[in-house]
């Protein structure tokens, strides 16, 4: 077994076994200890420029890398025309810089500000450290090798298939350039780390809270019959 | 009609001598934990004052409560998308220096310190971070009008007064503050639940205790700005929110919270309140002025057979509804009308309840008469001092404490709801002050009963739960059958000889 095949055909179901098992665990067991530990009573400022940039960067870019997985065809239907491939990649890379941005604000806030890293444990930096990593090797990636948006389709969405329907194919991964495989590999670590870190609370976002009516009231005798 | 029961507590204010011993004892079993130095569950401020957190009236900064405008009651915090949107920053959290940070001292240095020429001293230094600091604030920063210019000019409750009245507040010789002690107040209609995205603060249904699921508690922290109390808090080191739980293991033990069980003026009552569950909506969608009118209307007549009825028909059991019956907070609040919601205009319907303070008028008095006979120094009223009262009792709009003031605290603004229970006490005092000086009830004491609306009856009755009652008709506790709650749990022989075992799993800050 090559390094490759160890860490992108089989790191990544040690990645995703942890994911699913512990967090169920976590979430069933643990349940008090599922939080996102915000740290905006202890500092304000630095947080919302940190906190917003990162968070919405993250997400609206790993959209756009769930639709590539699922849509393929699709990207490369709207990736025909020049303009619509700038207008896609300019965006991405945009959202990604400002993830980046944003993570960075977060990490020096984390190590600099005395009260907030009174709160910390080493788990928040390792944390902040994972995303960093994936926001740079991503904005690389996008930066030196263009465009990604094509050759994601021809090579990533065959392999986050092959690891899903379980028949790896680590080889298509062989011969990408440091900073992708980078990129892949840390997204196993992102798996990995998160069911141990504050990170689950990516699971718990309370879509529900749209639906439900505004009062809770609990008859504590009746919940128990 | 859908009745349910209610803990509520009541405070006299008027009894209420600012020691902070309540705070003491809520520290002392609830928040002396790493997180939570900087939460007073239950906290005194002095008024007038900024309160703690500091200015947290003021809900143009901090968007606690409901908003009732064209016909819709809505949360002045957000709508629930806008609370998804804002997940991942709350511009209306009060961050830790609204509050204050907390600190101890190193006392260690007193015996560690080199010799040298100077007494050694225990630097302060803070909770959060351990560093040496200057403390800049504290919980009651301003208490007994400590830098009244910096803090209690703030005081929003002080809009509306008259500029001359406003200075005459701060004057020498007439200066003048009250105390006020507040817990969470437990909400019929609770913003903080209201505002919870994931769900996890809940009314109890059987006593009314808002409560916090710690288990559920993701750290979205809106319940903190939503509070227009400002009484749920965020535990910076578990990353959840706590708040006042008005002690429900000790309740449900037969036992006053803490707070209550300690106060040193024996100012706090507890007891049971009827409310239909049905018109809560109805009675938060009225103008301001008619809030406490329409909050009282939903607290209903324990002794009124229909809502007995009603009351076991829901499940309610005879404990509860003769505890309700001789509920001291229902006669303080329903039938003598001397006790109200603190802020009602906030509209989540708070249910603890305050008794307003009486204040001196007679140096007032002196004052105008000093002035309107151009003198300088003391002057005394050349009033026999029998009947000083009496010209108190006229003059109440004199006040120290101007009644525009409690009436902004305690009504919304609204003084025809404040000046008769001032009148009420005052008639109190002063039949019990004619009895003692003249041997027994006068005409002109009685003259004063009926102009507050008072029989001798209910005036001998709210003296004596004033000052002279026991513990048990202080706290009129419910039975809350917990053999039977554990029975219904766990099967109690199943379970024999389990009790006290278990996992317990400390309180750390994610794993």
Same mark, same amino acid.
Request: aromatic content about 10%; glycine content about 18%.
């Given at each position: 077994m090559n390094w490759n095949t160890l860490l992108f055909g089989v790191f990544p179901y040690i990645a995703l076994t942890l994911a699913v098992v512990v967090t169920a665990y976590r979430m069933a067991y643990r349940p008090f200890s599922v939080s996102a530990q915000s740290s905006q009573l202890l500092e304000q400022k630095r947080l919302f420029y940190g906190s917003i940039a990162m968070h919405w960067g993250l997400v609206l870019v790993l959209l756009g890398h769930l639709l590539a997985l699922l849509i393929p065809k699709g990207l490369l239907l709207w990736n025909a025309v020049p303009l619509r491939l700038y207008l896609l990649e300019i965006t991405g890379l945009g959202l990604g810089l400002w993830a980046l941005v944003g993570t960075w604000v977060l990490l020096t806030r984390r190590l600099s500000v005395a009260r907030v890293r009174a709160a910390s444990t080493s788990m928040d930096y390792l944390v902040l450290v994972v995303i960093l990593v994936s926001a740079l090797s991503g904005v690389l990636t996008a930066l030196l090798y263009r465009f990604g948006s094509y050759w994601f389709p021809a090579v990533m969405t065959p392999y986050l298939w092959s690891i899903f329907t379980l028949q790896p194919r680590p080889e298509l991964i062989a011969d990408l350039p440091f900073w992708t495989q980078l990129h892949v590999f840390n997204f196993w670590v992102f798996l990995a780390v998160f069911p141990f870190s504050r990170l689950v609370h990516i699971i718990t976002v309370p879509l529900g809270y749209v639906l439900r009516p505004w009062q809770i009231v609990i008859w504590v005798r009746k919940l128990a019959r | 009609m859908k009745v349910r029961t209610h803990m509520s507590m009541l405070f006299h204010l008027d009894k &209420?001598?600012? &020691?902070?011993t309540c705070s003491i004892a809520c520290k002392n079993i609830w928040t002396d934990r790493k997180g939570a130095e900087y939460m007073w569950w239950n906290n005194v401020e002095t008024r007038p004052g900024a309160g703690y957190p500091t200015g947290w009236e003021d809900q143009d900064r901090f968007k606690g409560g409901w908003e009732y405008k064209d016909g819709h009651l809505d949360l002045r915090l957000h709508s629930r998308t806008q609370g998804l949107f804002r997940l991942f920053f709350n511009p209306a959290l009060p961050s830790i220096d609204d509050y204050y940070d907390p600190y101890t001292f190193r006392y260690s240095d007193l015996f560690t310190s080199p010799e040298g020429e100077d007494q050694p001293t225990a630097v302060p230094v803070s909770m959060i971070t351990g560093e040496v600091m200057t403390p800049a604030s504290g919980p009651n920063w301003d208490d007994d009008l400590g830098g009244s210019p910096l803090y209690a000019q703030n005081d929003p409750n002080l809009k509306g007064l008259d500029p001359g009245v406003r200075a005459q507040?701060? *004057?020498?010789? @007439?200066v003048v503050f009250q105390y006020l002690p507040r817990i969470c107040n437990h909400c019929l209609n609770p913003g903080c639940v209201a505002a919870c995205p994931t769900g996890a603060i809940y009314k109890r249904a059987e006593d009314g205790v808002v409560l916090v699921n710690e288990n559920k508690c993701k750290a979205w922290r809106m319940c903190v700005a939503a509070c227009p109390y400002k009484k749920v808090y965020y535990n910076w080191a578990t990353g959840k929110s706590e708040k006042c739980i008005l002690c429900f293991p000790r309740l449900e033990t037969g036992q006053a919270p803490a707070c209550a069980h300690s106060c040193v003026g024996r100012i706090r009552y507890m007891g049971v309140l009827l409310y239909d569950a049905d018109r809560i909506p109805e009675a938060a969608m009225v103008p301001d002025d008619q809030l406490v009118e329409s909050q009282l209307g939903i607290i209903l007549d324990p002794f009124d057979p229909e809502v007995i009825a009603a009351a076991k028909a829901e499940g309610i059991d005879d404990g509860w509804i003769k505890a309700a019956q001789n509920s001291p907070i229902y006669k303080f609040v /329903?039938?003598?009308?001397?006790a109200f919601p603190l802020h009602p205009e906030y509209r989540t319907l708070a249910m603890m309840f305050y008794v307003p303070p009486l204040s001196p008028v007679v140096s007032t008095l002196e004052k105008a008469l000093r002035a309107s006979q151009g003198k300088e120094g003391l002057v005394r009223l050349d009033i026999p001092e029998t009947d000083l009262d009496f010209e108190v009792y006229e003059s109440l709009e004199r006040a120290r404490m101007p009644v525009k003031y409690l009436a902004n605290l305690f009504t919304a603004g609204n003084e025809s709801l404040v000046v008769p229970a001032l009148k009420k006490m005052l008639a109190v005092r002063i039949l019990k002050r004619q009895e003692s000086l003249e041997g027994g009830v006068t005409e002109k004491a009685l003259r004063v009963l009926q102009d507050a609306g008072l029989t001798l009856e209910e005036a001998e009755a709210i003296y004596r739960l004033t000052t002279l009652p026991t513990l048990e008709e202080r706290f009129v506790l419910p039975p809350y059958h917990r053999e039977m709650a554990a029975e219904v749990w766990k099967d109690p022989l199943a379970h /024999? @000889? *389990?009790? @006290?075992?278990g996992y317990i799993q400390p309180p750390l800050r994610g794993e």
């Open positions: - | &209420c001598i600012g &020691c902070h507040l701060s *004057e020498i010789e @007439g /329903k039938v003598w009308r001397l /024999k @000889g *389990e009790t @006290g075992f």
